[in-house]
């Protein structure tokens, strides 16, 4: 079966450090991917999407992913986190032939502290 | 104000008692969907409709139903509730691209449920 795996549930990590946020996948079919934001008592916003061309893919936010097909990976990063990217963060994958199925990962949690 | 709403926001109702939670969106978006989020499991597809009266089971559908009658709305019936069904449910919609769904999915705030 198909499906997304987050490695990490939690991520704690100190205000101004990098950070990755690892999503993996099951399938190296043709994909549609995506990180999906959660602050904390609110439904979820679009942070970037990859669905072809370039494999870096940026967010207006600071944050970044890229897709590596042969890993079947689309890790989240940002050089340098603040306290207000505190949150859940959710990878989403969408499997070529699967029509509107869109599977998400378990999430992780990011927390930044000062 | 482009948005998805949801009603209720919170719901308490005892096993089996049919419920349904509605879900509205402004936007003219093909596509919905619902989601169920389990801590540790993350968002689960519990049925999704690619237009008017054209729906599907996602990964978890058993124990719900939807329907589609109009292109903004996309109600997610309880015909009779149990316990593993207490959960925070998210309803989303977006425009659909070619290939399935590769825009932007708008969520609602969310209705928490629990089943006693």
């Known amino acids: 079966a198909q499906s997304v795996t987050q490695l990490d549930s939690q991520v704690p990590v100190f205000e101004e450090a990098p950070v990755e946020l690892r999503c993996n996948y099951s399938s190296s079919v043709s994909v549609y991917l995506f990180w999906y934001v959660q602050y904390p008592n609110q439904g979820l916003q679009l942070l970037l999407k990859?669905?072809?061309?370039?494999?870096l893919v940026e967010s207006i936010n600071g944050f970044e992913a890229e897709f590596n097909k042969s890993q079947t990976s689309f890790h989240l990063r940002k050089p340098s986190v603040h306290i207000s990217d505190t949150a859940e963060y959710f990878c989403a994958v969408h499997f070529s032939g699967n029509t509107g199925k869109l599977i998400f990962g378990q999430g992780t949690t990011l927390q930044v502290k000062p | 104000e482009a948005q998805v709403t949801q009603n209720p926001r919170y719901l308490i109702t005892v096993t089996g008692k049919k419920l349904t939670v509605t879900c509205s969106q402004n936007m003219n978006h093909e596509y919905m969907s619902w989601y169920r989020q389990d801590p540790g499991l993350g968002l689960r597809q519990i049925y999704y409709s690619m237009n008017v009266e054209v729906t599907d089971k996602g990964d978890v559908p058993e124990g719900y139903k939807v329907s589609r009658k109009e292109k903004r709305n996309f109600p997610l019936i309880l015909e009779s509730p149990s316990p593993n069904q207490t959960s925070l449910y998210f309803c989303?919609?977006?425009?659909?691209?070619?290939?399935?769904?590769?825009?932007?999915?708008?969520f609602g705030p969310g209705t928490r449920l629990t089943v006693l």
């Open positions: 989303a919609s977006s425009f659909l691209g070619t290939s399935g769904p590769n825009n932007e999915q708008f």
């Open positions: 990859y669905l072809s061309g370039s494999t």
